[in-house]
């Protein structure tokens, strides 16, 4: 038996990718890797995730990685929810809460670049990990002793991978997905979420390093990342119809901005840009010896920090099924678990409670958004309602049920 009969092949170095390579790897499965940016353009990615929840953090420790994020990261044990148009603080929530549920009772502010950045570091050097950057993964086979897929090398030449598994940790655009003609059920937000990274500091104002704003005409987000320099992100929603030149125009970031924190002075804008957000599931998580993994399978709106934590998520629970199947200590019907128990958490937990949040922060009606706020002032104020909030709100709950599936 050549060592390629028993290896995984991974699409995509994302953070799922990533943390599931490492993870199977740490177990001494063999892994090919195949990312399509290159060494010269890895770290120009626009920016996306940042929240990491107190049960992701417990697996990047596992394999080493919390460690090395914590020092570029910023601890956050609080979160607020905002009245804009009042500019009140509606409540406040402490982690504090979980200290008997996790080692971890807080999030970690830190973006998914520096993620990947230093869990590529890991692979790069990591003797059961091949991985092949600047190669694409255009297609791939499959029969009942393995797969085969389909890459274009760096000079632009086709090579055949053989392997025992592949896992498409490829993102939204999943090539393999659409091959296996998987649906990915759900929709599409008609309005577009416009980012603003600025290098301002908001805690001046009241916020904490983690804001959720309500507002019934333009809600907002707000977020901080460690520098140097210091950045904060706010979200903000835009009309269907506007024009994307028109909305990341200068002068245009500039007058959102002042809207949002009127300061008299030009803020300091370090990027700016624009992105659509999809609420969808995939209908199969697995056909064969093809698994789907992180936003492959599932995508969601950001409110509420969910879609990257509960990708990786995904890749532990299929790291640990991947290696139990490979050492032959159990049989591929753990997969189909695989696909319960992930398919459960993003409908039930991440689909539902984004849907919420969004609408929660969007909510026009005066009197649902007034039973809304003093809903959370009521839940954040006792501590076994905050507790199981927070619970929810940091994925321990949907990890804790799908741990009691069959
Ligand atoms: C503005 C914004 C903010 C967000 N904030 C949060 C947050 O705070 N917390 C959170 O949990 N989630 C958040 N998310 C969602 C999060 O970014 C994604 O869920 C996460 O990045 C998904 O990780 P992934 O590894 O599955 O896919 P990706 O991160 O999309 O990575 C896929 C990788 O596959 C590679 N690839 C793609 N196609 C191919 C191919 N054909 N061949 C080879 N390689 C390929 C890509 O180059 C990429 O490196 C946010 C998203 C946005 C847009």
New binding site residues.
């Given amino acids: 038996m050549d060592n390629t009969s028993n290896r995984v092949i991974v699409?995509?170095?994302?953070?799922?990718?990533?943390c599931l390579s490492l993870a199977l790897a740490q177990e001494g499965i063999e892994i090919c890797l195949?990312?399509?940016?290159g060494e010269d353009n890895f770290l120009e990615?626009?920016?996306?995730?940042?929240?990491?929840?107190p049960a992701?953090l417990e697996l990047f420790a596992r394999i080493g990685l919390y460690e090395k994020l914590e020092p570029r990261g910023i601890i956050a044990p609080l979160f607020h929810y905002w009245d804009r148009r009042e500019h009140r603080l509606i409540a406040e929530f402490d982690h504090a809460h979980l200290k008997d549920d996790t080692r971890f009772p807080y999030v970690l502010q830190c973006e998914?670049i520096k993620i990947?950045e230093e869990a590529l570091k890991m692979a790069k050097v990591h003797p059961n990990i091949e991985l092949r950057l600047a190669?694409?993964?255009?297609a791939f086979t499959q029969d009942g002793d393995g797969v085969v897929a389909q890459?274009v090398n760096p000079v632009g030449e086709s090579e055949s991978l053989r392997g025992a598994y592949l896992v498409s940790?490829?993102?939204?655009?999943?090539?393999a997905r659409k091959q296996l003609g998987i649906e990915f059920e759900g929709f599409t937000y008609p309005d577009r979420?416009l980012?603003i990274e600025v290098a301002h500091d908001f805690r001046r104002y009241g916020y904490t390093e983690r804001n959720y704003i309500s507002d019934p005409d333009e809600w907002s987000n707000l977020?901080h990342w460690k520098g140097p320099p210091d950045r904060w992100?706010v979200?903000f929603p835009t009309q269907p119809a506007e024009d994307e030149a028109a909305l990341t125009h200068p002068e245009a970031l500039q007058a959102r901005l002042q809207r949002f924190l009127p300061t008299g002075k030009p803020f300091d804008i370090v990027a700016s840009?624009l992105?659509v957000?999809h609420q969808r599931v995939a209908k199969k998580f697995r056909l064969g010896r093809a698994i789907l993994?992180?936003?492959?399978a599932h995508?969601?709106s950001?409110i509420g920090?969910?879609?990257?934590?509960?990708?990786i998520h995904d890749a532990f629970n299929l790291a640990d099924k991947l290696t139990r199947i490979l050492r032959r200590e159990a049989g591929e019907e753990v997969l189909d678990r695989y696909e319960r128990q992930r398919r459960h958490v993003a409908l039930q937990h991440t689909q539902a409670q984004t849907i919420r949040n969004k609408r929660l922060l969007a909510e026009k009606d005066p009197a649902v958004r007034k039973r809304n706020h003093d809903e959370l002032r009521r839940t954040a104020d006792d501590p076994q309602l905050a507790r199981a909030f927070l619970l929810r709100t940091s994925l321990i709950e949907s990890l804790r049920e799908a741990e009691r599936m069959a």
Wanted: charged share 10%.
């Fill in positions: 699409i995509g170095a994302g953070p799922v990718g990533l195949i990312e399509q940016l990615q626009v920016p996306r995730a940042g929240t990491n929840h992701t998914r990947v190669t694409t993964f255009a890459i940790a490829e993102g939204a655009r999943s090539i979420t980012n977020f992100r979200h840009n992105y957000v993994a992180g936003d492959s995508v969601n950001p920090a969910m879609g990257m934590n509960s990708g």
